[in-house]
């Protein structure tokens, strides 16, 4: 008989889902809301692009940061802080008067749900053993997720009702439960003796990234060649080295470089790279394309991805359970491979345009490829470390995503030529499908099924 969880563990439970649905909802939300937000505020494809990375760059540089602040100074702290921290600068999104406000407030948004996320999944690992614990994760991993796919359908809903604002207010409310979850779950805080930030590391991360994600997006407006475009990529790829570097020689890594010896590890990664890569960039265009090309309302471009979500929700429990038995390099072989054909029937979408037989057969083969892919690459990352270090480990998975999406977001101009129109469209259709194809091949090529200590596969160890 499986063993229940207590009263406290199922409230940690629930905490650590809410917290973390809500930074991963506020990622994908937003897209459905970037037309509204450019007809009030101005801009076009850049401002568009800033409203979304501003938040990843933050998200994706100190979420790794985050786990060792957590053990610094105790994870119930952290959570609060991070609740508090987010649910202002939501309100200050919700507020900003002009597109330069809007993009700092989203910045500092995204630096508020990096303490949310490594802090929710360490109160997992920290009060539950396994078989509870390995369950535990997998109920986060499947309700977090869909998280990035339910959430053009409810942004798309408001922006139509109310208004973008309220897309970020709506955060207000489950932050609120959230907190005063925390303050019944009867988790002491605990505080690892000796712990030690970096953050040397985390400034030379978090710079390097928002160098090279500026020059990405401002490239196509002035060219390679002026300064103020190659100088700061230029910076930000020798700090990124220099990150690198650091987490090399530091005693207190943010990025523990010795988890790459794992070759499921390294392997899983890579793909995630890939295949969230190509996800963030078809949810992006879709999003926007879907309203400003073929002249949706924002709830029915939120409603195209409606069928993803619903196939995700259906089968994610049963292919988590066959990857169990089977392994998860087959699932995450043919996962993105079964997405990069529904990328590639977003190819019909033409000037006269029909949901119903351009747009949905896709969106129901992409829900299908997720569903095959998410669950095993989960359990391919965390199984890849001993259970001490499965917050980290799970932490650098989530970094990689974040990373992935803005990347790719920042490149979005170069991808579809400048413009979001039909031609843009196909082009990011073909890309997204090029980006699965190369995450199903690292899988197949990299993922091994049977992990044996010992060898290079083994079990990262817990440091001591």
């Keep these: 008989m499986a063993e229940r969880m207590t009263t406290s563990q199922r409230m940690v439970l629930t905490v650590a889902v809410l917290g973390s649905f809500v930074a991963f909802l506020d990622g994908t939300v937003v897209n459905v809301a970037l037309p509204a937000i450019s007809r009030e505020l101005g801009g076009g494809l850049s401002t568009q692009q800033w409203a979304v990375d501003a938040y990843l760059v933050t998200l994706g540089a100190l979420i790794l940061v985050a786990g060792a602040v957590s053990d610094a100074y105790g ?28 993009i700092v407030f989203r910045a500092l948004q995204g630096a508020a749900g990096a303490f949310l996320v490594p802090s ?15 369950r535990a994760i997998g109920i986060w991993t499947a309700l977090t997720t869909s998280a990035m796919v339910v959430g053009p359908l409810v942004g798309g809903v408001i922006v139509d009702n109310f208004s973008w604002r309220w897309v970020f207010l709506i955060n207000v409310l489950p932050i609120g439960v959230c907190l005063w979850l ?114 949706l309302s924002a709830t029915l471009a939120g409603l195209a991805s409606l069928p993803t979500t619903i196939v995700v929700i259906a089968l994610s429990s049963r292919i988590g359970g066959l990857a169990g038995r089977l392994g998860p390099r087959l699932f995450m072989t043919v996962g993105p491979l079964i997405m990069a054909a529904g990328a590639l029937l977003l190819l019909t979408v033409s000037d ?113």
């Design 75 to 102: 994870r119930v702290l952290v959570l609060r802080i991070g609740l508090i921290g987010f649910g202002i600068a939501s309100v200050a999104v919700a507020l900003a008067p002009d597109t330069t406000l809007l």
């Design 120 to 134: 929710s999944l360490a109160l997992i690992t920290g009060t539950m053993d396994d078989p509870l614990r390995s």
């Design 182 to 295: 925390v303050g019944r779950m009867g988790v002491a805080d605990v505080r690892a003796p000796g712990a030690r930030v970096d953050w040397l590391g985390a400034a030379l991360c978090t710079l390097g990234l928002g160098a090279t994600v500026f020059a990405l997006i401002e490239q196509p407006h002035a060219g390679w060649g002026a300064p103020w475009i190659w100088m700061p990529m230029a910076i930000g790829i020798l700090l990124l080295a220099a990150f690198v570097w650091r987490q090399h020689v530091t005693h207190a890594p943010i990025l523990p470089l010795d988890l790459f010896r794992s070759r499921n590890f390294s392997a899983g990664n890579i793909a995630t790279l890939f295949v969230y890569a190509g996800l963030s960039l078809n949810g992006f265009v879709v999003a926007v394309y879907l309203q400003q090309g073929a002249g």
């Design 352 to 464: 006269d345009f029909d949901y119903w037989w351009q747009v949905l057969p896709g969106m129901v083969l992409l829900g299908l490829g997720l569903a095959v892919t998410v669950a095993p690459l989960t359990s391919a990352i965390l199984g890849s470390a001993d259970h001490g270090r499965s917050g980290i480990a799970s932490a650098v998975n989530n970094a990689v995503a974040r990373v992935a999406g803005l990347l790719v977001i920042a490149a979005l101009a170069a991808i579809t030529g400048g413009a979001l129109d039909l031609g843009g469209f196909h082009r990011a259709a073909i890309v997204t499908t090029v980006l699965l194809v190369i995450g199903a091949a690292v899988s197949f090529v990299g993922i091994r099924n049977a992990l044996h200590r010992g060898g290079a596969d083994a079990a990262i160890p817990a440091t001591p």
